[in-house]
């Protein structure tokens, strides 16, 4: 995935009419299906989530706003640079991740009381945080440390809970695609959710600048000014 010397970037169209050839499509989805597998197995260590996710994340975010991949070069130095702060919001995603899978499974199960309702709840709430951990990731991608991320993102979304919906509305769909999906294709479906979530960031970037604020300032999670990102925390 490394960055091509094309005249024109992939991320936009490619002729005067706005149209883009079919080979670029077909090339973006591969792109975007091998790096949901790359960051399937940077993830496998377990301890290497955080790491792994907020490197894509910065691979998307480059691509989404230049046409082109970083280099191998960049990508390596970012998740090795990204792995040791990255280790306790790994502890932390993969212990909330447990929790809540635990309680909706021994709420399906009918192993504790509250019925429908209840595991109705729970799903919400997990809908929820998984939506909020989007916002928080795409963040990441752009430049912003975890704890810093983490609290923006939260700001954003009592500042205006709207913002939580696109989201959570996007992991909740990549959710349900992977439950009917074969397992083997669940880490190319990781590529595309990271894009969707990128995707949605960016849309309200662009409605942020047209009612008034700088696009290229504006932060894609709450639309605070910041600079660029030349590498991951």
């Known amino acids: 995935m490394a960055s091509r ?4 970037s992939r991320a936009a169209p490619v002729d005067a009419a706005g149209r883009r050839d079919w080979r670029d499509v077909v090339r ?5 299906a091998l790096l949901g597998i790359l960051l399937t197995l940077a993830a496998l260590p377990l301890l290497t989530v955080a790491a792994a996710v907020g490197t894509a994340s910065a691979a998307v975010h480059d691509w989404t706003r ?19 702060p990255g280790v306790p919001v790994s502890l932390l995603a993969l212990a909330v991740a447990g929790l809540l899978a635990a309680d909706l499974a021994a709420l399906a199960t009918g192993r504790v009381p509250g019925g429908p309702v209840a595991l109705l709840v729970t799903a919400l709430v997990a809908a929820g945080l998984a939506g909020y951990t989007g916002m928080v990731v795409v963040e990441v991608g752009g430049g912003g440390r975890w704890r810093e991320a983490a609290r923006s993102a939260a700001r954003a979304c009592l500042d205006a809970p709207t913002r939580w919906a696109a989201p959570t509305g996007v992991v909740a769909l990549a959710g349900l695609l992977a439950v009917l999906v074969t397992p083997v294709a669940v880490p ?6 990271l894009t969707a979530l990128h995707a949605v960031a960016n849309r309200r970037r662009v409605t942020a600048a047209v009612v008034g604020r700088p696009l290229a300032a504006a932060n894609p999670v709450d639309g605070r000014s910041v600079p660029a990102h030349p590498e991951l925390p």
């Open 5 to 8: 010397a094309e005249p024109a």
């Open 188 to 193: 190319i479906l990781a590529g595309y959710t």
């Open 28 to 32: 973006d989805a591969a792109d975007l």
């Open 66 to 84: 230049t046409g082109g991949w970083p280099s191998a070069r960049t990508t390596l130095r970012r998740f090795g640079r990204a792995v040791l």
